[in-house]
C-alpha cells in the first residue's frame, strides 16, 4: 500500500463478500530514488519519504498488531491525508500527524515514534520488491494480487478511480477487475483523462 483511497473499494467489496486481504506495502519513495526530473520537486519528494515514513510505524504496527490493525490505520491516513485535506500536516508535522491517525484507528500513539526508524525499511522494500516482480515496473499502486499462493494467481495495477463506488456498483468494478487481471495475456487498459477526485 501507499498512503491513499486506493484501499477504499477494496474494503468495500471485503465486507460485501467476505474476503480475506492480506494488507502489504509498496512505497513510492522507493520506487522514485532514482528519478530525476523537473516535475520531481524536492515538496513532491517530501511528500513520497512522508508516506513512507507512515509505511514504517504501519510495519510497527503489522508486527505488535497484526493485518487488521495495519486495515485500520491506512485508512486512518487516507482519511486524514485525503478527505480531510491534511497533506501539509503529514509533510511537515509527520509524528504528530501519525500519532493522530493511530489513536483515530484505536491504536497507540506511541507508535509514530517509529516513522523515523530505518529498520523497518528493508520489509517495505521487499514488499515493494514483490509487488513489481508481480507487474513489471513502471507502475505505481494499488497493485491486486488475487488468489495469492494458487496456480492461478495473477497481479494488477489499478483501478485508479476518481470516485469510491458503494455496494452492488463497488461489486461490479471488482469483478471487472479481476476478469481482465486473470485473463491471459493482458498486460494493460489506461486512459488518462478522468474527474477530480471525490473522497465520499
Avoid at 467489496?13 to 509498496?26: A, P
Avoid at 490493525?69 to 486512518?76: F, I, K, Q
Wanted: aromatic share 8%; with cysteine.
Amino acid at each position: 500500500m501507499s498512503v491513499g483511497v486506493d484501499h477504499v473499494p477494496l474494503v468495500e467489496v471485503q465486507g460485501l463478500r467476505d474476503y480475506s486481504v492480506d494488507w502489504r506495502f509498496i512505497s513510492l519513495a522507493v520506487l522514485n530514488e532514482q528519478l530525476v526530473a523537473d516535475w520531481y520537486t524536492p515538496e513532491y519528494r517530501r511528500g513520497h519519504v512522508a508516506g513512507l515514513e507512515c509505511l514504517r510505524v504501519a510495519d510497527a504496527v503489522r508486527m505488535a498488531e497484526g493485518n487488521e490493525a495495519v486495515a485500520r490505520l491506512y485508512t486512518a491516513l487516507g482519511t486524514g491525508i485525503h478527505n480531510e485535506q491534511r497533506r501539509e500536516a503529514v509533510r511537515g508535522e509527520t509524528a504528530a500527524f501519525i500519532a493522530d491517525m493511530l489513536e483515530r484507528a484505536g491504536l497507540d500513539r506511541a507508535f509514530a515514534e517509529h516513522h523515523l526508524d530505518e529498520s523497518h525499511d528493508a520489509h517495505i522494500r521487499a514488499d515493494t520488491a514483490l509487488a513489481l516482480e508481480r507487474t513489471g515496473k513502471d507502475v505505481g499502486t494499488p497493485i491486486l494480487t488475487f488468489r495469492p499462493g494458487q496456480a492461478d494467481e495473477n497481479s494488477f495495477f489499478g483501478p485508479v478511480i476518481a470516485q469510491i463506488p458503494r455496494g452492488d456498483e463497488a461489486l461490479r468494478l471488482w469483478d471487472a477487475v479481476e476478469v481482465i487481471a486473470t485473463t491471459s495475456g493482458m498486460a494493460e487498459l489506461k486512459r488518462s483523462l478522468r474527474s477530480k477526485p471525490i473522497f465520499d
